[in-house]
């Protein structure tokens, strides 16, 4: 089994940050991507960030320049540091990556997600 363990949300003041983190726990042999989705009240799920094993990165139109993603291989952990938190970041946080791990009598690729975050924006 896999296990996904978020923590980092809260309440912050627009302009302030925030910094998330979600580690890997299991029968894990690789981890491909890992990334961190949103989802507000009403609207779908989008990708908020996304980082490669290779450190390839990729971001949200809506938070580039405000946001980085970051993961530290030998934990299993991947980051977000907001900066410049604005209202309409408002959202539930979802961590997400593509693994490979322990099934059967080898091993299989799946995809894991957190139980999710909360972050509000508001003054």
């Known amino acids: 089994q896999v296990q996904l363990v978020e923590s980092g949300g809260g309440l912050v003041q627009p302009g302030g940050s925030l910094r998330l983190s979600c580690a890997a726990s299991g029968s894990i042999f690789s981890i491909n991507t890992m990334g961190w989705y949103r989802q507000a009240p009403g609207k779908q799920r989008e990708l908020v960030a996304a980082?490669?094993?290779?450190?390839?990165?990729n971001y949200a139109d809506s938070v580039k320049g405000r946001f980085t993603i970051s993961r530290d291989n030998a934990k299993n952990t991947v980051y977000l540091q907001m900066n410049r938190l604005k209202p309409e970041d408002t959202a539930v946080y979802y961590c997400?990556?593509?693994?490979?791990?322990?099934?059967?009598?080898?091993?299989?690729?799946?995809?894991?997600w957190g139980q999710g975050t909360q972050v509000t924006v508001s003054s």
């Open positions: 980082i490669t094993n290779g450190g390839d990165t």
């Open positions: 997400n990556i593509d693994a490979v791990v322990k099934g059967g009598w080898g091993s299989v690729r799946r995809t894991y």
